[in-house]
């Protein structure tokens, strides 16, 4: 089955810098690849995702990118805000199961002032 | 539209005692799962259905009994609760059709095993 690696495990940023979090996974029949979001006490909820037929997408200040090839995929925060802090988790399926994502172990962000 | 919600949001068990989680959506979403949320291992998929009368294992079923006997409900049986099973439950729904793969989560169930 699928593997999902995230790092890092805890990020720490200035209000204004970049935050970068990465992902590798290991089923190259995955080809969906979905980024959540999920404040303290709240339920998981879906920020940016990604096809394998394109390899960068954005919104507004956040980007996520995948190489295919390598098997990885990377989230990309600009102009952090506090409200950006959060755990973010990726994950990755087959599009023609997309109700069995498998997930990496998250990323907790904090955005200090 | 209430989207996906689940009963109870708390729960202590006993070990041994069973309960059913509930959950249930109202966006006729094909596509249902459950997943646990522990500390430091992400979500990880218990059971997931493509359709009415369709569920299958994920990756930790063990413990865990599910059926879908209509589109909107789907409901996660504990046979025996272990402390083991101390964790966050979340539901998730995803339309089936090609161009949205968006799974929605309802708001969790907090258990605790004793």
């Known amino acids: 089955g699928e593997n999902v690696e995230q790092h890092p495990s805890t990020l720490s940023v200035q209000e204004g810098d970049s935050a970068v979090i990465k992902c590798t996974y290991s089923d190259s029949a995955s080809n969906y690849f979905p980024w959540y979001k999920q404040e303290l006490g709240k339920r998981p909820q879906l920020i940016i995702d990604?096809?394998?037929?394109?390899g960068e997408k954005k919104d507004q200040r956040i980007a996520v990118t995948l190489n295919k090839t390598a098997k990885h995929f990377s989230l990309h925060i600009t102009e952090t805000q506090p409200e950006d802090s959060a755990v973010y988790f990726c994950?990755?399926?087959?599009?023609?199961?997309?109700?069995?994502?498998?997930f990496g172990t998250g990323t907790r962000l904090q955005v200090t002032l | 539209n209430a989207g996906v919600t689940q009963t109870p949001k708390f729960q202590v068990l006993k070990t041994g005692q069973s309960m059913t989680l509930q959950c249930a959506q109202d966006m006729n979403h094909e596509y249902m799962s459950w997943y646990r949320q522990d500390p430091g291992m992400g979500l990880r998929l218990i059971h997931y259905?493509?359709?009415?009368?369709?569920?299958d294992q994920g990756e930790v079923p063990n413990g865990y009994n599910v059926s879908r006997s209509t589109t909107e409900d789907f409901p996660l049986r504990l046979l025996s609760a272990a402390p083991s099973q101390t964790s966050v439950y979340f539901c998730?729904?995803?339309?089936?059709?090609?161009?949205?793969?968006?799974?929605?989560f309802g708001p969790g169930t907090r258990l605790t095993v004793t």
């Open positions: 998730a729904s995803s339309y089936s059709g090609a161009g949205s793969y968006e799974q929605y």
């Open positions: 994950a990755a399926t087959p599009t023609g199961t997309a109700s069995k994502l498998t």
């Open positions: 259905s493509v359709g009415a009368g369709i569920t």
């Open positions: 990604i096809r394998s037929n394109v």
